[in-house]
């Protein structure tokens, strides 16, 4: 039952605000009265509606100076006028939005693309020995191998550093395997061109005394 | 000045709030709007001087500053006639006219909380209009409470409030203006007076 009654107070205190203004139906405004007559709970809810009525209605009243509704059609026509001359703002932005956008978006993958370019530069000019030992799994082939230690050699000739003589023992170990690397590759033709013509008859006179 | 001009400042003048719901009615503007579509300027003058006393009683009350709301009721009319010769009439003028007065307060009243708040983190904190120390030159402390009450509202329970309290406007009415159900505009009546009642309980007297 106290639910019940709880349930018809929430209703009745929704039609309190109408039953003031006098906006209700008649059936409405019965159903709020009946129920007005034994619940004293809407009855208080009732006197604080109609208090805060009274309240609203002691603010004052702000007074406008009469000189303002006589310029105030003039007014509106000068607002017009300048309204309607072009002006320079930031109207133009939403329609360039796209463009602005496309541009971003190429600057930023320039950025990208440029930053690893640099950073794959970098690699060739190593800082330090122990760069360059770590970096020679890195690379290829024997000749990219040396290139990178000639570079660390000049490198550290320019910072004053001092080439250590395990290092100079790789950089003579690179040299002979770029030597076995280039004649496992060449034929005949590039070695007779290597060859002086000193050279040339004295391997042909050992190819003719070989026995087949 | 044209006799309809004046026979219009006239009925403007002995206008009261609570009869006159009645006359924005669709058609009563209509033959002004016809004549300013064909390209009489003086047309849009009349809706003017017939419209202007209400639409800055409305936005002052949204708005809760005379000098801001007198700005505002300007560009309601400036907005009304870079709009009006596309109205096509679809609610009323004075409805249509109403929402445009509606967006501008409330669209002014989110800036300048946006700009109290931004003004928090300034050290040189600019004087604002509606700053309780300008106020208090203008008005008592029950006025300045009751701005604050008031401007405390979200924006529909404000808009709401203000066409039913001060423009004395049917739910009906308030619907239509709004877009809303009358049930829904009923709602946020019933529940910005439940606010209005807690924030000014202080003033309560008995």
Not at chain 1, 5 to 29: A, F, N, P, Q, R
Not at chain 1, 122 to 145: I, K, N
Not at chain 1, 153 to 171: H, R, W
Not at chain 2, 114 to 127: G, M, N, Q, W
Request: with cysteine.
């Amino acid at each position: 039952m106290k639910g019940k009654s709880e349930m018809t107070c929430t209703k009745i205190k929704e039609l309190l605000v109408g039953y003031h203004d006098e906006s209700l139906s008649i059936e409405e405004k019965k159903k709020v009265e009946d129920h007005l007559r034994i619940c004293e709970g809407c009855r208080e809810e009732l006197r604080q509606i109609e208090s805060l009525f009274g309240i609203l209605g002691r603010e004052k009243t702000e007074e406008v100076e009469p000189d303002f509704w006589t310029n105030f059609v003039p007014g509106v026509r000068k607002r017009i006028v300048r309204a309607a001359q072009p002006t320079f703002g930031w109207s133009f932005v939403p329609k360039l939005g796209p463009l602005f956008g496309f541009v971003t978006a190429v600057l930023i993958v320039g950025v990208i693309l440029f930053s690893s370019d640099y950073r794959s530069s970098d690699r060739g000019v190593p800082q330090s020995g122990e760069d360059v030992v770590y970096s020679l799994y890195e690379f290829e082939s024997t000749a990219d191998q040396l290139a990178e230690t000639i570079s660390l050699i000049e490198a550290a000739g320019q910072t004053g550093e001092l080439i250590s003589e395990d290092e100079k023992q790789s950089i003579l170990a690179l040299e002979e395997l770029i030597e076995d690397e280039y004649w496992e590759k060449a034929g005949w033709k590039d070695l007779a061109e290597e060859l002086s013509l000193e050279e040339l008859s004295l391997l042909e006179e050992k190819i003719q005394k070989t026995p087949i | 000045m044209s006799l309809s001009l004046i026979l219009c400042i006239l009925l403007n003048f002995h206008q009261t709030p609570v009869s006159n719901h009645m006359e924005e009615k669709r058609g009563s503007d209509d033959l002004q709007l016809e004549r300013f579509q064909r390209g009489d300027e003086k047309a849009f003058n009349e809706l003017v001087l017939k419209y202007k006393n209400r639409i800055f009683q409305m936005i002052l009350k949204m708005v809760r500053n005379k000098e801001d709301a007198k700005d505002l009721t300007q560009e309601t009319f400036v907005k009304a006639y870079v709009g009006l010769k596309d109205f096509r009439r679809e609610a009323s003028f004075f409805t249509w006219l109403t929402r445009i007065a509606l967006n501008l307060s409330i669209n002014f009243t989110k800036r300048e909380n946006f700009r109290s708040f931004v003004s928090l983190f300034d050290l040189k904190k600019p004087v604002l209009a509606q700053e309780p120390s300008l106020r208090d030159e203008t008005g008592d402390e029950l006025t300045r409470a009751i701005d604050d009450a008031v401007l405390s509202l979200p924006p529909k329970q404000r808009m709401v409030f203000v066409l039913r309290y001060y423009q004395r406007l049917p739910f009906q009415g308030i619907a239509e203006v709004l877009g809303k159900s009358e049930g829904g505009t009923k709602s946020n009546y019933f529940q910005a007076i439940k606010k209005l009642k807690k924030k000014l309980a202080r003033f309560r007297t008995g």
